[in-house]
C-alpha cells in the first residue's frame, strides 16, 4: 500500500533533566541526543515500518543538519524523492526537553519547512493522487496542507489529518479530511472542549462532526481513545505502560492507524492497531528511532494480518 506524507522534517535537539528550568535559571542537564524528528518525517517512518510504501513531502536546508533529518528515512525505505532542498533557510530544529516524568515540552524553529510552496506541491501532485491515502499535520504552511488535501480529494485517495501542532484551522479543512485524530490539547484548541473524560471526549467529537469532520479519533494516551462517526462511537481501550519518551507517539499512531486501515478498512481495529503501536513507542527513546517493528506491534496488538 502507498501513502504519500505532506509535513515537517526535522532535526530534534532532546535535552533530558529532572525538572524544567526556571525562566532565567541555569540547570545541569542529564544528557543531549541529536535525532531526526519532525510530525512528517516521523508519519512517514511509521508507515514504512508498519509495511508501507511511504513517501515524504517535505523541505530540508542546505546545511549538515539536512543530513541527519533525512539519515534514517532512506533507510527505513522512505522515498525522499520528493524533498526540496531550500538554499535560503536551515533545516528545521525542535528543540525537545523531557523531564524526570517523561513530560515534553517542545521549541519548534520551522526553518525550512516554511519554504514548502504549494507550488512544490503542484510540481509532485502525481506522488499524492497515486498514492492509497495521504497523511497531513499542521507543522508547515496551511495553504500547503490545503493543497496537499484538495489534491487527495479530487483523486478520491482517504486522507488522514492530524491536526498538531494545536492551532485553529478552517473548517473546509475539517471537510477534506476522511479521519481526523486530535490529541486532548489539540481538541481543546478547536472546539473549546477539553476532553477530559469520555463525556467530554465525546462533545469534543460531536463539535468536530458539526464543524464538518467525518470521523473522528480523539486521542486520550494512556485512557485509549474515543472514535466516532457521527452515527457510531467505540472506545478503544488504553494501554498502560511506563513512558520514558513519548515525543513522536501521535505520530507512531498516525502512521499505524492508516497502515492498517488500509489493510482491513476498520477504523476501530486500526485505532487498536495504532494504539498498540504507540504504547510500544513511548517505552523507547527517539522519534523514530523508538517506533516499534510491525512484527512487534503485530504481537502486542495480537491482531496480525
Ligand atoms: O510530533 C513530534 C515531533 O514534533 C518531534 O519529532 C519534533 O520534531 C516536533 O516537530
Redesign the pocket.
Known amino acids: 500500500m502507498k501513502v504519500a506524507i505532506v509535513g515537517?522534517i526535522?532535526v530534534?535537539l532532546v535535552t533530558r533533566c529532572q525538572r524544567y528550568p526556571e525562566r532565567g535559571e541555569t540547570l545541569s542537564a542529564e544528557a543531549f541526543t541529536i535525532v531526526s524528528?519532525?510530525?512528517g518525517a516521523?508519519q512517514a517512518v511509521a508507515c514504512a515500518k508498519m509495511g508501507c510504501e511511504a513517501t515524504l513531502i517535505g523541505a530540508v536546508g542546505a546545511d549538515p543538519f539536512a543530513e541527519i533529518a533525512l539519515g534514517l528515512l532512506g533507510g527505513f525505505g522512505v522515498n525522499v524523492r520528493h524533498i526540496f532542498h531550500s538554499a535560503a533557510s536551515a533545516t528545521g530544529t525542535?528543540s525537545?526537553v523531557i523531564d524526570g516524568t517523561s513530560e515534553n515540552t517542545?521549541l519548534?524553529a520551522r526553518g525550512a519547512n516554511n519554504d514548502l510552496s504549494v507550488g512544490h506541491l503542484d510540481r509532485c501532485a502525481e506522488a499524492i493522487s497515486k498514492s492509497d491515502a495521504l497523511l497531513v499535520q499542521l507543522?508547515i504552511h496551511l495553504p500547503v496542507v490545503e493543497r496537499a488535501m484538495q489534491i487527495a480529494h479530487e483523486a478520491g485517495i482517504p486522507i488522514l489529518l492530524d491536526p498538531?501542532p494545536a492551532q485553529q484551522i478552517p473548517d473546509r479543512f475539517l471537510a477534506l479530511a476522511d479521519f481526523v485524530t486530535p490529541n486532548a490539547q489539540e481538541a481543546k484548541t478547536l472546539t473549546k472542549v477539553e476532553p477530559i473524560d469520555l463525556a467530554t471526549a465525546r462533545q469534543a467529537a460531536a463539535i468536530l462532526h458539526g464543524r464538518g469532520a467525518r470521523q473522528v479519533v480523539i486521542k486520550r494516551g494512556p485512557a485509549g481513545c474515543l472514535v466516532s462517526t457521527g452515527v457510531r462511537e467505540e472506545v478503544v481501550e488504553g494501554i498502560a505502560v511506563l513512558p520514558v519518551d513519548t515525543?513522536?507517539a501521535?505520530?507512531c499512531f498516525a502512521g499505524a492507524l492508516i497502515a492498517r486501515w488500509l489493510e482491513t478498512r476498520d477504523l476501530v481495529e486500526a485505532c487498536r492497531f495504532a494504539n498498540a503501536a504507540a504504547s510500544l513507542k513511548v517505552q523507547r527513546p527517539g522519534?523514530q528511532s523508538g517506533i516499534p517493528s510491525r512484527e512487534e506491534v503485530d504481537a502486542h496488538s495480537q491482531s496480525p494480518s
Open positions: 515537517s526535522m530534534d524528528g519532525g510530525k516521523n525542535a525537545i517542545i519548534v507543522e498538531a515525543v513522536g501521535g505520530d522519534a
